[in-house]
């Protein structure tokens, strides 16, 4: 007789003739024969890319060269502006991403602002951004508290869940 047993020796249960078991940690990922199947006839692009809701995008027609250059520097799941180094994107740096002056930056970042593209946040003496994830983001999921900064923006429907 064989038997399944945990890290203890406790016994789980009987192994019958043919059976077999996989050892699975809690950082496993369980994947079906069919999407195996799928995965094998893919290929994934190792490239950055951001989901862009087309209707909002269309609507800010005027900013959308600003909004494009950017979307390269949303944060996955909490949608602040950072580089690629992970540092947050200040006023200054901003201008310079939207290839602007400081001074006209500022005013396109204050209109950004006030569109409900961009929200302004600051944190003891630092500044920084968070995109609305209702016009842009990187990833199917968001963390709370972007969710509650922009759930009551005119960009989101209804029916959109993340």
Known sequence: MQYLVDENGV?????????????VSPSDKIIKGETIEYLKGT??????FVKINIEVFEELYKYASEIWLI?????YTSGVLTYSNGRIIRPRGLSGILKKKRRSGSSVIKI??????????KDGRTYYYTFNPYI????????????EEFKNTKYKKDDWKF
């Not at 290929?43 to 950055?48: A, G, T, V």
Request: glycine share 2%; charged share 25%.
């Open 43 to 48: 290929i994934s692009l190792n490239y950055r």
């Open 112 to 121: 950004l602002c006030d569109l409900d593209v961009i929200h302004k946040h």
């Open 71 to 75: 979307l390269p520097y949303i944060r």
């Open 136 to 147: 842009a983001c990187k990833s199917k999921r968001i963390t709370q508290t972007l969710y």
């Open 11 to 23: 016994v789980l249960e009987e192994i019958k003739e043919g059976q077999t078991f996989t050892i």
